[in-house]
């Protein structure tokens, strides 16, 4: 599976931005999809993901109310709509696959598949 996340850039404090993560391969593998991101000096942190065949979503409590994950299966894509964005929020955004089910997907180690991240910049 190859994902590619993009959709990044500079953003001003309380707007919006649209990320995407496009997958293709063998994606009839994937059981889950998620965003993470990472801050400079900072671990890799859980965001959202989705639920490939019921769109059952998770938040980590930073985002909820503020970002949306959703899927589009036929076009094999993902994404996060992020709302009311903070400084905080400002970090690389990296999708990635899980092809099963596992006690580890709000974490980075319950994943198999990353893409190569876009920046989100959130300017105060």
């Known amino acids: 599976v190859q994902l590619q996340a993009f959709g990044g850039g500079l953003v001003q404090a309380g707007g919006s931005l649209r990320l995407s993560c496009a997958a293709s391969?063998?994606?009839?593998?994937?059981?889950?999809v998620g965003w993470f991101r990472q801050a400079p000096g900072k671990e890799r942190e859980f965001v959202a993901r989705?639920?490939?065949?019921?769109?059952?979503?998770y938040y980590a409590d930073s985002v909820k109310g503020r970002f949306t994950i959703s899927r589009e299966n036929a076009k094999n894509t993902v994404y996060l709509q992020m709302n009311s964005v903070a400084p905080e929020d400002t970090a690389v955004y990296y999708c990635?696959?899980?092809?099963?089910?596992?006690?580890?997907?709000?974490?980075?180690?319950?994943?198999?598949?990353w893409g190569q991240g876009t920046q989100v910049t959130v300017s105060s």
């Open positions: 989705i639920r490939r065949s019921d769109g059952r979503t």
């Open positions: 391969g063998q994606t009839f593998t994937t059981y889950t």
């Open positions: 990635a696959t899980a092809t099963r089910l596992n006690n580890y997907l709000g974490s980075a180690g319950g994943y198999d598949y």
